[in-house]
């Protein structure tokens, strides 16, 4: 813990850290010592962690990198950093993240943008988003694994770009509680770590039923960490044609097929096949996500939690909500909201909103079809490219943003596990990822299958 908290304040640069709570690490790392000494340490016991800025940590600061919480500090602890220190990890502080996890590069961030450890020609790379602290964070060892949180990619994509393993869970799998929504029937937490076997402990202790969510899955939990045997003969595994994109770098092509040949040379069978839908994919998100967000974010009114605009003479209500709410919210974050309001309304709700929710029922018809079948996970690419430029994106068309989560969002519209892992490099030397989708509620299986492929 001490080693990790030098390194923390040494890596100011990286922007990964946004809130550092070293007295409450070394509290946790004394008791964890004691319990450790005690020979009644579970995995986590002592493990120093990162915690997404999206989590509510009790009497921490917890702002979601948004400018509209400052200032709030919650009186509650979500369930999955409770379930974390209830196992005896050591909180180390809060992560960096896009502002209310929408983005893709940390750069709508109210802290400023995290910064990517790997470096092309000294160029600053971004770590990708939203979960971009936490990918940074893990990367460069400040920590040795942080949470994450996964509504369109948030996980998959910015471990792809620093090469670690970033896993989403089935939605169901980690309690909800706690972690400021976004788009709640998409969000998932789940583990960012340095190996395979890293995210199957860290998912133990994360994961399980909570009555204080009440789309949290009473199932009982796999040992994930047993299921990593390496064995995955006679296992079939998927490869679909539809990401197979148009313009697709050779190089994400030939980390495919090399993907496809560890797999092969362990005894999984490579099985061609189909998903229809997946061009629906994006734009369905795209309309599913905001009328959420733009939902879940009316609560942030100037009353309720951190900032209020000072106010001129003769100013009402309104005008509170209206000030608070333009200076509180970034512009990202202001587009999905109007994007959120325009689908949900009454004119329009039937062409935009509903037509989203009967794509996303379509699309998640496509992999239970292909599980049906006999398919036992999905390989595809994580990302299409590797870690871009930081301002290079920001200042195009918000929509050449979005691009960058096609391989990662069908996952979440599924409500089905997926899970990145660094497989190559690309030749500028960058990380590159595959992704292994599994079927719902087989982390375990995918975690197993991903221990072959790492
Ligand atoms: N990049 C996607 C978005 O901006 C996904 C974000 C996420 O998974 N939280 O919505």
């Known amino acids: 813990t001490r080693d990790c908290l030098a390194e923390i304040d040494g890596a100011d640069a990286l922007g990964a850290f946004v809130h550092k709570t070293p007295e409450i690490a070394l509290e946790r790392a004394a008791a964890a010592d004691a319990r450790i000494k005690a020979g009644e340490a579970p995995d986590m016991c002592g493990i120093p962690v990162g915690i997404k800025d999206l989590f509510c940590t009790k009497g921490v600061a917890s702002q979601a990198a948004s400018a509209i919480l400052e200032g709030f500090t919650p009186e509650y602890e979500s369930t999955v950093s409770q379930n974390l220190a209830d196992d005896g990890a050591v909180m180390l502080g809060k992560l960096n993240m896009d502002e209310f996890a929408m983005g893709s590069s940390n750069e709508t961030s109210t802290y400023g943008n995290a910064v990517n450890p790997w470096k092309v020609d000294d160029r600053d790379l971004t770590p990708g988003g939203s979960s971009g602290g936490s990918a940074s964070a893990v990367a460069a060892d400040l920590c040795l694994a942080a949470t994450g949180t996964d509504t369109g990619g948030s996980i998959r994509q910015p471990a792809a770009f620093v090469g670690i393993t970033g896993l989403k869970p089935t939605y169901g799998r980690c309690s909800r509680w706690g972690v400021v929504a976004f788009a709640s029937s998409l969000d998932q937490a789940g583990p960012m770590t340095k190996s395979v076997r890293d995210a199957a402990i860290m998912l133990q202790s994360m994961a399980g039923h909570d009555p204080k969510d009440s789309t949290s899955a009473d199932l009982a939990l796999p040992d994930f960490e047993a299921a990593l045997t390496g064995d995955i003969r006679g296992k079939r595994i998927g490869i679909p044609a ?213």
């Open 242 to 454: 539809e990401y197979r994109m148009d313009g697709m770098p050779d190089e994400i092509e030939a980390l495919w097929a090399e993907g496809r040949k560890m797999l092969q040379d362990a005894g999984a069978e490579i099985v061609d096949i189909s998903l229809p839908h997946t061009k629906y994919a994006l734009p369905a998100y795209y309309v599913v996500a905001p009328a959420e967000a733009s939902s879940n974010l009316a609560r942030y009114d100037g009353v309720r939690y951190g900032h209020r605009a000072t106010l001129a003479a003769g100013d009402g209500i309104e005008q509170m909500y209206e000030k608070t709410r333009a200076q509180g919210f970034g512009p990202e974050v202001q587009r999905r909201v109007m994007i959120g309001t325009y689908v949900l309304s009454a004119g329009f709700y039937d062409a935009y909103y509903n037509r989203a929710r009967k794509v996303r029922a379509l699309i998640k018809k496509d992999f239970e079809d292909v599980f049906a079948a006999g398919i036992d996970a999905i390989l595809t690419p994580a990302t299409p490219s590797a870690a871009f430029g930081l301002g290079e994106m920001a200042d195009a068309d918000p929509v050449q943003m979005y691009l960058n989560d096609v391989f990662t969002v069908t996952v979440n519209l599924a409500g089905l596990p997926g899970i990145a892992v660094p497989t190559g490099l690309d030749k500028s030397g960058l990380p590159l990822g595959l992704q292994l989708i599994g079927k719902p509620w087989a982390e375990d299986e995918m975690l197993n299958t991903a221990y072959v492929l790492e």
